[in-house]
């Protein structure tokens, strides 16, 4: 079993930054790939970054590319979303997901290929 919690989340002006974090407890061992979904009102949850547990294999939603940046400390069990130029059409509740290291061949953006999820943070982005 592994449990997500993130943090970091807020208020900013469009244009502005924030840094949210993933901390993951439980069987870390078991992780394979970490990812970051975003779900804004009225909405499905949508797919916005990925990173391999270990090496350095990242993908990212076309919506966020070039603004956003993924990256992870295996010492602390954490995943992190660097978020940059934000926008107004970037407010949602952002959500960590892990997929388990026992599962083969996943969708990277589907919701449903991750094994566990945090409570989510939020972001607003003013304008």
């Known amino acids: 079993q592994v449990q997500l919690v993130e943090s970091g989340g807020g208020l900013v002006q469009a244009g502005g930054s924030l840094r949210l974090s993933c901390a993951a407890s439980g069987r870390t061992d078991s992780i394979n790939y970490m990812a970051w979904f975003r779900q804004a009102p009225g909405k499905e949850r949508e797919f916005v970054a990925r990173?391999?547990?270990?090496?350095?294999?990242?993908y990212y939603a076309d919506s966020v590319k070039g603004r956003y940046t993924i990256s992870r400390d295996n010492a602390k069990n954490t995943v992190y979303l660097q978020m940059n130029s934000l926008k107004p059409e970037d407010t949602a509740v952002y959500h960590c997901?892990?997929?388990?290291?026992?599962?083969?061949?996943?969708?990277?953006?589907?919701?449903?290929?991750?094994?566990?999820w945090g409570q989510g943070t939020q972001v607003t982005v003013s304008s």
């Open positions: 997901a892990a997929r388990s290291s026992m599962k083969y061949g996943y969708t990277v953006t589907s919701v449903k290929d991750y094994d566990y």
């Open positions: 990173t391999s547990w270990s090496g350095s294999s990242t």
